[in-house]
């Protein structure tokens, strides 16, 4: 019986581990840069996205007004181990009161408050430091099926995000569901799954414009031992050869 759940302990650990795979923001620039139209007016929703470690926030954030966003929502999950640190996109001191906590961000409006006459991440920083409206504890674990990021996500009109691949079905399932535009990067091999395929005949799935014979490379938490390079800035780079 503690080897059974000893082994399943390891399992869940071991699925969690094969989730931690960061996206890089030029991934995110190529394949975003294709969608520019149709997110005028739309609401954003990012459920899989420590928004203060996230590139699919920065992108979001940074280009809220080029894009012309109604709203940008993100959530943390709290089991993510690198909530917390490990990749600060900002610092925004006293905003994360225990760093571990799942965070919201909802931002409505991204003014120029620097006044350099450009909206960009700097003002998306001074809004994160000022305005204490943006960013809000979770009163949930920030698991994109919880009651509460069920609720953001009903309010979104597409999401994008690189969700947890050991949860793909059910996290697909669940925008199908709530019938929602969704950009997300998968695994070659979920294109057979034939809940997928299904989709896909159905026109409601098909894949992007990233090339996916090529695979892609992602951002690893610091204490990988495998792991393809490390980048100028010091971080693990992972390469993935079935993403897209
Ligand atoms: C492949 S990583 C990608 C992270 C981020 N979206 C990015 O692209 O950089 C998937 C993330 O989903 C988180 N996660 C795992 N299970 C989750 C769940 N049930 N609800 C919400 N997020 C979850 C993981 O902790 C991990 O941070």
Redesign the pocket.
């Known amino acids: 019986m503690k080897t059974k759940s000893l082994n399943k302990n390891l399992h869940k650990a071991s699925q ?1 581990k094969k ?5 890089q923001l030029v991934d995110i620039e190529n394949e975003l840069k294709h969608y520019k139209d149709q997110f005028r007016g739309k609401v954003v929703y ?5 928004p203060f470690e ?3 926030f920065k992108y979001f954030a940074a280009n809220f007004n080029a894009l012309g966003l109604k709203k940008l929502i993100t959530t943390s ?1 709290v ?2 181990p ?1 909530v917390g640190g490990q990749l600060p996109l900002f610092e925004v001191e006293g905003l994360k009161p225990s760093g571990k906590e799942p965070f919201k961000i909802e931002i409505k409006e991204v003014p120029d408050t620097d006044g350099d006459g450009a909206v960009n991440i700097d003002d998306v920083e001074y809004l994160l430091k000022h305005d204490r409206n943006t960013a809000t504890s979770l009163r949930g674990n ?4 919880s009651k509460e990021c069920i609720e953001l996500l009903k309010e979104a009109n597409i999401v994008v ?5 050991s ?1 793909f079905r059910e996290y697909v399932a669940q925008l199908v569901e709530y019938e929602k535009k969704f950009l997300i ?1 998968g695994n070659t091999n979920s294109l057979t799954y034939k809940e997928i395929f299904k989709l896909i005949k159905e026109d409601k799935f098909r894949t992007g414009y990233t090339n996916f014979n090529v695979g892609m490379f992602f951002v690893v938490p610091d204490d990988w031992e495998h792991f393809h390079h490390i980048d100028k800035s010091g971080k693990k780079i992972a390469r993935v050869s079935t993403s897209c």
Not at 46 to 50: E, H, K, S, T
Not at 161 to 165: A, D, E, S, Y
């Open positions: 969690a989730d931690e795979f960061y996206t990012c459920n899989c996205d420590d996230s590139n699919f999950y089991k993510s690198i920030g698991d994109f099926r995000t690189n969700p947890p691949f949860l990067i």
